[in-house]
């Protein structure tokens, strides 16, 4: 990209120091409509910081990793989101922490990324499902916020507490495992000690765990987190 | 004679099998098949497992599916996390040709396919559209006149409810009905459609945050002088009951709240005993509840 350009840009929002890496992106992202220039092509480099991570196509990055698991018609409802603030007003993540399923919606429609992926209100969604009943635009909100978590943990942004599950997961294959006392209530009510799962037959449990190698789950699990 | 492969995720069997005990005895009692599913694994956990990497989620949960595939015969559960994994996997490899392939590639490798045979239902399922709550109602030893339950729905079974088909998500009554069913009366208390705090990896990630939310609902619980809170889901379950323990270590908050799983509550209106149905291996007390359920039942005799 030619260098004036450039300059215009990063000039416009080092005047806007003050405000949010957000409502820059926003400034900025006008300026690009205006221009025509294709999103991806822009460089944004301050003098000081401006814009970090900004990724113009992190939307559709977005669209397309969900679209592997669930409809494109209803994932493509994400580029319709009009900030009208429903989901916000239905989370009870939102009442008690600074979780705001509102601006992760706006964060990842302008693109800043590393600020979505990086964010530990992220985990605070308990994936209750009333943001995504209520949307007017029908936009599967829930469903993106884990698409978006498995994009951060791809990324390395993993907490320890998490990766202790993943363990468990890839030592028994449960996520919860049992215990002397669980094996001894068990027997005095009568159902078998072990219950009927993979932790009465290893050779399932092998099968489990082959699969776990075969998806890339076991070397997303220990390559990953801080 | 219905008969079902009974599911049991990880919470059921491994922390509270008291629920798989109840659920066993009572879909006995009406005549119930349950078969086990051997091999089975995590579900695994839709807001856990599914936050880190979707497709490892869908294909163990497509085998989970197939194991009840060979026994030819449909999913039922008592977990609201495993209902979620296991029908949304289903409803997803049901409309799309693709994901399936795709999905039957890695499961290729372990000898396993993915053919799309059998349905999940959730044991609310079987109690209300196989068994039927008038036959339920005939069957009662011991209604469960004069006690107030606290209805706690969890988040999975309704929603999304494009995909679930329980009628509203924001006015369900399929609980309620069986809670009235049972001779109880079933309180509205505030945020009774709220999560419980646990789901979606916050239980295991942010543990005084889920705790929040669970102080929270019982504290409406409590009230409205219910005598006892029912859950539909081992996870929900086992929050509210360990997570009243966690609350007295960690907040100071004394509740002394029953946690009742479904077809406990079934259970000891059938006439069976607290051991019967497992309510002894919850943390937090049961008896004020057994109590009342005494006393109530000297007073329907004594009336009669």
Known sequence: ?226 | MNRYSYFLGCITPNRYPGIELATRKVLGTFDIEILDVEGASCCPAPGVFGSFDLMTWLVVAARNICIAEEMNSDIMVTCNGCYATLHEANYLLKQDDKLRDDVNIILKTVNREYKGIVKVKHVIEVLSEDIGYERIKQKLSRPLSGVKVAVHYGCHFLKPSEMRRHGSSERPTIIDDFVRALGAQSVSYKDKLTCCGAGGGVRAGSSDLALNYTRSKIENIVHEGADCVVTPCAFCHFQFDAGQVELSETQGKQFKLPVVYLTQLLGLALGMSSEDVGLDGNKTQVQSLLEKLRVQQIAHAVKK
């Open chain 1, 1 to 226: 990209m030619e260098r004036s350009k450039r300059t215009r840009f990063s000039s416009a929002v080092r005047k806007l120091e003050c405000l949010r890496p957000v409502e820059k992106a926003y400034i900025v992202q006008e300026d690009l409509l205006r221009s025509k220039i294709p999103a991806r092509d822009i460089e944004l480099t301050g003098k000081n910081e401006t814009v970090t991570g900004a990724k113009f196509d992190f939307r559709d990055e977005i669209i397309e990793a969900a679209s592997k698991i669930f409809r494109r018609d209803h994932m493509e409802r994400l580029r319709t989101c009009l900030q009208c603030g429903k989901c916000v007003g239905s989370c009870p993540s939102g009442r008690m922490t600074s979780w705001r399923i509102r601006r992760l919606l706006q964060e990842a429609t302008l693109g800043l990324r590393d600020n979505v992926c990086s964010d530990e209100n992220l985990w605070d969604c308990t994936t209750c499902y009333t943001c995504q009943e209520r949307c007017p635009h029908g936009i599967p909100t829930t469903d993106i916020v884990r698409v978006i978590r498995n994009l951060a943990v791809r990324s390395g942004h993993m907490k320890e507490k998490h990766k202790k599950v993943c363990q468990m997961f890839l030592t028994y294959g449960h996520a919860i495992a049992t215990s002397d006392e669980i094996r001894n209530i068990r027997k005095r009510y009568g159902l078998r000690e072990l219950p009927p799962t993979v932790l009465s037959h290893p050779e399932q449990l092998k099968e489990v765990l082959y699969i776990l190698e075969k998806t890339g789950f076991k070397i997303m699990v220990e390559g990953s987190g801080k």
